[in-house]
Structure formats: C-alpha cells, structure tokens
Nanobody
Framework: QVQLVESGGGLVQPGGSLRLSCAAS????????MGWYRQAPGKQRELVAT???????KYADSAKGRFTISRDNAKNTVYLQMNSLKPEDTAVYYC????????????WGQGTQVTVSS
C-alpha cells in the first residue's frame, strides 16, 4: 500500500510557474514508476508526465517543453515543475504510483487544484 499526498497547487496568472510535490509513504518508493495526471472539469483524466525509478521520463505533447517531472528517491518525493502556464492547464492534478513489476498495484493521491487565470 502506498499513500500519496500532493501539494503546491494554487492560482497563478498565465505565463506563471508552479511546482507540485507528491510525498509517498508506505512502500519502497524506488519500486514505483511515478506520474502526474490531470483532470479538467467535464473531461477525462489524462497523463501529464511519468518518471521511472531510473529517471526515464515521458511527457504528454501538451507538457513538452514547459513541464519537468523529477523525483528524489531519498525523500520519497516526485515533483512537477510547470512553467509558461496556460489557462488550459487548469485542472486537478493527481499523483500516481505504479509498481514496476506488479502493474496492477496503482495508487492515487487526493489531487491538488491548479488554476491558471488572470
């Protein structure tokens, strides 16, 4: 079992930046691929970025060049640095942990709201 707690969301103007954090506990952090997903009102949850335990990353096209995912295995924390934010980035952002081997073991945080508006 993995517990995930996100933080760092808030209200930001277009063009601004935010850094989301997700602290994990309850299991061996390095055994999980970590990811950020988001869900806007009336839309399905979508992938933003993932990072493996080895540091390999994957980004949605909408995030490439603006967002950076990183992890600190010593602190059991994954980050999402978001720059050049746009109103369409407004959503609830969720942290996900998926076991490297037993992929059916997938856990979600409670989400953090990001609102991009002037």
């Amino acid at each position: 079992q993995v517990q995930l707690v996100e933080s760092g969301g808030g209200l930001v103007q277009p063009g601004g930046s935010l850094r989301l954090s997700c602290a994990a506990s309850g299991s061996i952090f390095s055994m999980y691929t970590m990811g950020w997903y988001r869900q806007a009102p009336g839309k399905q949850r979508e992938l933003v970025a993932t990072i493996t335990n080895a540091g390999a990353t994957k980004y949605a096209d909408s995030a490439k060049g603006r967002f950076t995912i990183s992890r600190d295995n010593a602190k059991n924390t994954v980050y999402l640095q978001m720059n050049s934010l746009k109103p369409e980035d407004t959503a609830v952002y969720y942290c996900n942990a998926q076991h490297l081997v037993f992929r059916e073991y997938s856990y979600w945080g409670q989400g953090t709201q990001v609102t991009v508006s002037s």
